[in-house]
């Protein structure tokens, strides 16, 4: 006869596992809401580098025409659906049904992201050939890339870099000496972040994340166009009493687009000096 009988206590919490649950980049691109169609057209007009002129002899002043590019985006519909039967729910630890919810939200958040990366993507300036590592030698040069492509470097120019990418930048002192920044950006290292008059952000989903060919970005607002439906993102939940099924569907309409290649440059990035060892 055995002298104990261990009882086994299961936390009634949940505990979130680690994933990407939360859209960070269509505040940085042009996004427009769609109320019916497929597609979503954007008009890109410049004056075709046009220069001054003077009054022509007849005494009259030369006109011109607008240069316009259309810029089609395909928008398509993403879903996803976490379901659970009746009973499974009632045999699980925790609150299943708001994990369903949870769990769901955070695949098609997720996906706005992938589809805006994606566009990023489709860029073709490169500030270097060979993978390095950030430093303010190079951030600078995606910003002069940017210039020299007439693109305003202001307040809508976004750095978007990996995990890696950020402890490179945080390793340097016009990063983080009071010399040169007013905060002091290691007491609480944020992972959005002003610096050389943009914005920063670090995001784990960028092509390559934590291996030596990285792809990091430095792009204007401008550049990239985000379209969804004007409902937005739609969060349902249900039960399915023919099943005795508990669901959770997170659907959304929208899609992303390169609309002026000169408005971003892409790095190539050596990430692989922070990844883990076995």
Known sequence: MAE???????????????????SVLRQTCT??????GNTFVFDIVDSGSASAVTR??????????????Q???????WHDRAEMTGFNIFASQGDQRAALQRTSMGVINRKVDDL?????????????VAAATLDMSLAMRALVILGNGNVPTGNDVVGLISPAAWGYLLQQKEVTSKD????????????????????????SGLPGNGTASEEIYV????????????VGIQSPVGYDDKHDMSWARTSFYGGAKLLQNTGVVCIRHDGSGFAATA
């Open 4 to 22: 104990t009988a261990f009882q086994a206590l299961y936390d009634s919490e949940l505990i979130a596992g680690y994933e990407r649950n939360q």
């Open 31 to 36: 996004t427009r809401g769609v109320v019916k």
């Open 56 to 69: 022509g002899v007849n005494g009259e002043i030369p006109g011109r025409a607008n240069s316009q590019a």
């Open 71 to 77: 810029v089609t985006l395909q928008m398509a519909e």
């Open 116 to 128: 805006i990366i994606a566009a990023l993507g489709d860029g073709t300036q490169f500030a270097g």
């Open 180 to 203: 040169y920044v007013d905060t002091s950006m290691l007491v609480s290292a944020p992972k959005m972040f002003r610096w050389l008059g943009m914005e920063w952000i670090v995001h």
């Open 219 to 230: 792009y204007h607002k401008a550049a990239i166009g985000s379209g969804m439906n004007t």
